[in-house]
């Protein structure tokens, strides 16, 4: 355990019993009980996640928005302050630094959350890249800790911890909200395909909040349904469907991708690819035969050629359904069409099939 780090939290998931393993250089909790009784506590009721090993940077300034825009895919020249919104950040030749939860605090500053494994990667790039936008970059991710509160009945536990009427947040929004007397940034937001929050608050008050909610008997959840939850949502996680090597638009995150700004990191690459057709795409697959697929495993077409890799795959914990995500040739991409998955030596079949694998149930209003 030398040199590993620890989230203010650490304590407590050893007296809860979380079974505790290595991510990102953190040591954390994979699960509690099990990953699948998790999974479906916050599919059908409620449960949180200690999330603080992810970073927090702040920019700030005259030039804020004017930086990020050039730092970020996404346009965040017309978002209202009190939104954020999903972007990427790019390297010249298209491949991904990191994805991003971008916050508009004001026009003169962005409150940027990034993943746990890349903080100082990211940090390092954006101030790289400072040239000369009037702007002050902060790694903040020292101070903060941060509780994602995940499920369907995630603002009816929040909202007895809260004055304001967290009805009034929209998906994709958040405020400054006070919570046993002291501020923390709350957003409506989540990366389970439900409804949720993420909060956070120096590490003090992050402490007191996953007492409070554990005395409230939600469900303590781990890394493992994190990610089968993610999966089911179609949503990305660094070192699987994006990293230096795939593109946003390979990954099929082109709706966080505005090809149409003036200018921002890695534009040109991605427009060409837009334009001469993308190498790879990214599919949903299906096992026809019962087994599991799994990250690295070989896709290959009915005429035993290898046309691409598995990024995630599961026995999915919802469905029971053997699915996965591939990167793949985008002329086997059709639906319906038949490949095979390298499971050990045998050749599993398998259809591409769409990556819907659940119904998000994000609260969206009306």
Sequence with gaps: MNGIKKTVLHDRHIALGGMMVEFAG???PLYYTNIAAEHHAI?????????????????SGP????????????????????RLNYTLFCYENGGCV????????????????????????????????????????????????????????????????V??????????????????GRETISSRSGYTGEDGFEIYAENALIEEIWDHLVKMVVVPCGLGCRDTLRFEAALPLYGHEIDSTISPLEAGLGFAVKLDKVDFIGKDALVSQKQNGLPRKMVGIELIEKNIPRQGYVVY????????????????PSSGLPIANALIMPEFSKMGTQVF??????MIPAKIRDRKFIQKKYKKGE
Excluded at 113 to 136: H, L, M, P, T
Aim: glycine residues 6%.
């Design 63 to 82: 030039d804020a928005t004017k930086f990020v825009n050039h730092l970020c895919t996404n346009d965040f020249s017309s978002l209202p302050a009190g």
């Design 43 to 59: 599919r059908e009721r409620v449960g949180m996640f200690d999330v603080s090993h992810m970073g927090e940077i702040r920019v």
């Design 163 to 180: 004055q304001e009427d967290l009805s009034k947040i929209p998906f994709l929004g958040f405020s400054k909200l006070i919570v046993f």
């Design 98 to 161: 990191d994805d991003s939860m971008v916050y508009k605090m004001s026009e003169d500053e962005y409150f940027l959350v990034v993943n746990a494994s890349n903080v100082n990667k990211d940090f390092d790039w954006i101030c790289s890249n400072k040239g000369e936008f009037d702007v002050e970059i902060e790694n903040q991710s020292d101070f903060y800790g941060q509780i994602a509160l995940q499920g369907p009945q995630a603002e009816e536990m929040f909202q007895q911890m």
């Design 26 to 28: 953190y040591n954390m």
């Design 341 to 346: 998955v390298q499971i050990r030596k045998k």
């Design 301 to 316: 077409s009915q005429n035993e050629q290898e046309i691409g890799i598995i990024t995630t795959g599961y026995l999915s």
